[in-house]
């Protein structure tokens, strides 16, 4: 009897150790590159820190420069001084019109899916090609698409319409929209993917229940099918303004200077000049960067108590 607890204890050590190794790794890579840059990136938002001050020897400094280096919260004040910080802003906020086009969009893409059609399938993967394309070579390209002298949508309007197209990108007006409808198509493809395996899981026995209650589609629609979808489009809501917020490759390819008059910058791309520019000011772009994090943690929560119960979707 005891032989046997003592093998059982045994291999429980032994696998708890093996356990152990596996989540070492893991953890302390969390602690190295999440949890230590998170709040050294809190110090370093009151401070001057321009990434070349010797941090190990502040110790070291008199108190001049101590008095220069921890600014206190003068980097939050120049940074709601800065008519750049509220443009960027806005401009984040505008592509985040695109989170419902997209939803829209990409629940009529999944309804088509969903049926029987000769060649659904090829076509959910056409729709699915621009989610795993390099964002890079997509955004190049739509950038091509949208040159003011040879570009193809251009050459479109003044062969279909007879219309001069602008210089998408070099207009004010224009650039923000441009950026947006390319972002929509390419995100479409994995929206749509989501909202079909939410319509393929869908309880059948609801269906047929409002079938024999003589119901119309669009009852059944507007009842059933959308209601029960909730769950998946505020999943798709959430992450969208998530991703929305931290949005910089397609504007910073498409437009590498911030578009005319900052008109395509969004808030990360702000940072990002910030911190890798000419100034080189590491501890206002940490200043920005916690700023930026408070509104999508408020926006969240915001969307999480607007949200309903789940059990209340067929209400």
């Known amino acids: 009897m005891k032989n046997t607890e003592l093998n059982k204890s ?3 050590n032994d696998e708890a150790r093996a356990g152990l190794l596996f989540v070492i790794a893991p953890v302390v890579g969390f602690f190295l590159f999440t949890a230590g840059p998170f709040l050294f990136s809190i110090f370093a938002s009151f401070t001057s820190w321009d990434s070349m001050t010797d941090l190990t020897s502040l110790h070291k400094m008199d108190e001049i420069d101590r008095s220069f280096f921890y600014v206190g919260f003068e980097n939050y004040k120049e940074l709601f001084s800065d008519p750049d910080f509220w443009h960027s802003l806005w401009n984040t906020f505008v592509y985040m019109i695109g989170i419902p086009l997209g939803m829209i969009w990409a629940f009529s893409l999944a309804l088509a899916f969903n049926k029987e059609l000769p060649g659904v399938k090829v076509y959910r993967v056409i729709y699915y090609i621009p989610v795993v394309s390099s964002i890079v070579a997509v955004s190049l390209l739509w950038s091509w698409l949208y040159n003011g002298d040879y570009g193809l949508l251009n050459q479109f ?5 007879g219309v001069k197209g602008p210089n998408w990108l070099q207009n004010e007006h224009t650039v923000k929209p441009a950026i947006m409808l390319m972002c929509v198509w390419r995100g479409v493809g994995n929206t749509a993917l989501l909202y079909l395996g939410g319509l393929q899981n869908l309880p059948k026995s609801y269906y047929e229940a409002a ?7 669009w009852t059944i629609f507007r009842k059933i099918t959308w209601p029960l979808m909730q769950p998946i489009s505020f999943y ?45 000011l590491k ?19 915001i969307q999480f108590k607007l949200s309903p119960a789940s059990e209340n979707y067929l209400e």
Not at 157 to 161: G, H, I, K, R, V
Not at 211 to 217: E, N, R, T, Y
Not at 254 to 278: C, E, H, L, N, R
Request: aromatic share 14%; glycine share 12%; proline share 4%.
């Open 10 to 12: 045994k291999k429980w």
């Open 157 to 161: 309007l003044n062969w279909a319409f």
């Open 211 to 217: 079938v024999i209650d003589g119901a119309s589609g």
């Open 236 to 280: 798709i809501i959430i992450t969208g303004i998530i991703g929305g917020a931290q949005m910089i490759v397609e504007p910073q390819i498409m437009t590498p200077t911030g578009g005319p008059d900052y008109s395509s910058a969004t808030i990360v791309f702000y940072i990002w000049q910030k911190a890798f520019g000419s100034a080189d």
């Open 283 to 301: 501890g206002y772009a940490c200043a920005a960067s916690w700023v930026l994090a408070i509104i999508v943690f408020v926006v969240t929560a």
